[in-house]
């Protein structure tokens, strides 16, 4: 028979559920985002043709992107298997993944701390929070809901080994952690969180003693267990922090293979410390107050001495008031089952320790902080808050009134904010928009600005935020490069090249390289094109774009001495088998390269295949240009330009 508490839980899981899904919703008709969105399912062809064993090993490899995290990467190709490549579906399947944390977390509070509603709007707070639309609306942002769904699972069944023990209970929970860790490695401050836990709600921290006012203060719960030491707390811990320190060093390994980490000469010390102080406060400001939210915030190197000033004395002030709040009575030890507000010193740590993955002092990227790095760690301020308005007003009149209106009211507001905040992700136009609204000297904002207006033609707008961003940041290459592809989609191959030249300088990037190696051909610089794509090829020999264009050259080339039909065979054939033969482009320019090559029959069967690809993907004009070429290759004619 189900119980009134069962009846209740349902009751909340319904309605956190459903009101996660209508409110994201929107987002099943929004578009793939240009920045990380490309390089982790439209262009990654390891990703995109779907889950298969082929491809599995590729998964667990670190680097691409800067990352190790292959539960995510497997999460992504099963998407891509079951959906296709379809932005829509990928976006509500990050929902979903939210929805189920949302629930998940609601459970697990009520569960630890046997206190009902607190638990309820601590789950609201975290589903319906603008500060988490980003890592929902964002389909690259899968591994943060996806780590997440695997913390809230490790608590889970944390609780299950702390009230029945067992070693295959310790172990599930040690699965489910490394589990976590494959799909991100933030999550290597769970071990941490564990000991918190330990401490409060679950009360395991000293010698046994029985609280019978612990369960209806709603501060703790007694788990059923003896309590044991400190040490053998930690101890138990060891494995959890051996595989956080194994998973740092995958991650290390792969933001160094990648290039993601800033280098202490461009970047010191100095500046990442006060850059940390600084956006401890700027959170917990977003947290409370979230307006004006950007995918970036710009890296400021340096912050106005009264801001860095104010920042420690803040953080100093709360952390001695929370400290103080959770002392036991003088009359009680330290390790008794009584504190005067537990909560307090959890909540608080818990934002402050799990922050530190992320707070800059390994700066990687460009930004000083993230909307998407306070997923977890907002949750302990939710907490704090929760516990703490009920604290202040339980002994005022009518204060089950009072409370139900604050945070009636609160979770509207979340909810009304968060809805206008999942519009601007509909596509990268309207994100970066108003990234550079409400951010300074956005550079980043503006170079993915300037790639969306000129994918859509718009190019005159796309140069001016090009150059605007080589203002704002002339050093940087990437600056530069979103210029040189705006220049040479307005026919500007001189200026182009120069632009590419100067992005390649400051950084070598293979994909500027190709764009520069274009530029070349469209100045009318075939011999000095075709050099830069063997450069490239000779140390990125599997670059599709690299293979496709040059094996283009070497097969339709208006100029004979270039032409090479069989060398244009095998590029075009190593690019189709690295794209999966599935981008129509690719197969098409292996028809050309056999019509070169003298193999004609081949070539009819190719541009048919690419033609058969092009209208399933919906691209007719490339439809339509390989059954013209078809009939050429036909009449056993090659295509020259």
């Not at 209508?22 to 399912?41: E, M």
């Not at 949302?102 to 701390?113: A, N, Y």
């Not at 400001?285 to 912050?303: G, H, M, N, Q, R």
């Not at 409370?403 to 596509?427: D, E, F, G, H, P």
């Amino acid at each position: 028979m189900i119980s009134k508490q069962q009846s209740q839980n349902a009751v909340v899981c319904l309605v956190l559920a459903s009101g996660t899904i209508v409110l994201y919703w929107p987002a099943a008709s929004f578009d793939f985002i240009g920045l990380d969105d490309t390089a982790y399912v439209v262009n990654n062809f390891h990703i995109n043709g779907g889950l298969n064993w082929h491809e599995l090993p590729w998964c667990f490899q670190a680097g691409h992107a800067g990352n190790w995290h292959p539960l995510t990467w497997i999460s992504h190709a099963l998407d891509c298997q079951i959906f296709g490549v379809r932005p829509g579906a990928q976006h509500m399947m990050n929902a979903a993944l939210h929805t189920a944390n949302s629930v998940l977390l609601f459970l697990i509070l009520q569960r630890m701390t046997g206190v009902f509603w607190r638990s309820v709007i601590v789950a609201a707070l975290f589903a319906w929070h603008p500060l988490h639309v980003e890592s929902v609306a964002w389909i690259a942002e899968r591994k943060d809901v996806l780590s997440t769904l695997f913390w809230m699972l490790t608590l889970w069944a944390y609780l299950d080994y702390t009230s029945k023990k067992g070693a295959v209970r310790y172990w599930l929970v040690l699965l489910l952690f490394a589990l976590g860790l494959m799909a991100k490695p933030m999550v290597v401050t769970l071990p941490f969180v564990l000991l918190l836990l330990d401490w409060w709600p679950l009360n395991r921290w000293g010698e046994t003693q029985s609280n019978p006012d612990s369960i209806s203060s709603g501060n703790s719960i007694d788990t059923g267990f003896d309590r044991v030491s400190p040490y053998r707390l930690f101890v138990e811990k060891i494995p959890f922090f051996i595989l956080s320190i194994g998973c740092g060093v995958l991650t290390m390994l792969a933001q160094h293979r990648g290039q993601a980490i800033a280098s202490l000469s461009d970047l010191p010390f100095k500046a990442r410390l006060m850059n940390a102080v600084v956006s401890y406060l700027r959170y917990l400001e977003k947290i409370v107050w979230p307006i004006d939210l950007s995918i970036l915030y710009p890296f400021t190197l340096a912050w106005p001495a009264w801001e860095i000033a104010l920042a420690i004395v803040m953080l100093a002030v709360i952390t001695a008031l929370v400290v103080w709040g959770a002392r036991p009575p003088q009359s009680q030890p330290l390790a008794s089952h009584r504190r005067n507000l537990p909560y307090l010193m959890v909540g608080w740590f818990w934002f402050l320790g799990t922050l530190i993955p992320v707070i800059g002092l390994v700066q990687v990227g460009a930004q000083s902080m993230a909307d998407r790095y306070a997923y977890i760690p907002s949750i302990g301020i939710f907490v704090v808050f929760c516990w703490g308005a009920y604290d202040l007003a339980k002994n005022l009149p009518y204060h089950r009134a009072i409370l139900s209106l604050l945070s009636l009211a609160m979770l509207t507001a979340c909810v009304l904010v968060s809805s206008k905040q999942i519009q601007y992700w509909k596509n990268s136009g309207t994100l970066f928009a108003h990234a550079i609204e409400v951010t300074r000297d956005n550079f980043v904002a503006r170079v993915n600005y300037a790639d969306y207006l000129a994918n859509n033609q718009q190019l005159a707008a796309a140069r001016q935020e090009a150059e605007e961003a080589v203002r704002i940041a002339p050093n940087e290459a990437v600056t530069h490069s979103a210029l040189g592809r705006v220049l040479l989609l307005q026919g500007k191959p001189a200026q182009a090249v120069a632009a590419l030249r100067q992005a390649t300088a400051l950084h070598y990037a293979p994909s500027d390289a190709v764009q520069l190696a274009m530029a070349l051909v469209q100045q009318g610089r075939t011999q000095d094109a075709v050099a830069e794509y063997r450069n490239i090829l000779a140390s990125n020999p599997d670059l599709p774009d690299a293979l496709n264009n040059l094996a283009w050259i070497l097969a339709a080339s208006t100029h004979p001495e270039f032409r090479n039909g069989a060398n244009a065979v095998q590029l075009a054939q190593r690019a189709c088998e690295v794209t999966h033969n599935g981008q129509p482009l690719m197969i098409g320019t292996l028809a050309a390269a056999y019509a070169e090559a003298g193999r004609f029959d081949d070539a009819v069967k190719a541009a048919q295949k690419a033609h058969d690809l092009a209208v399933a993907e919906g691209k007719s004009a490339v439809a339509a240009r390989n059954l013209e070429l078809q009939q050429l290759y036909r009449a056993h004619r090659a295509y020259h330009e």
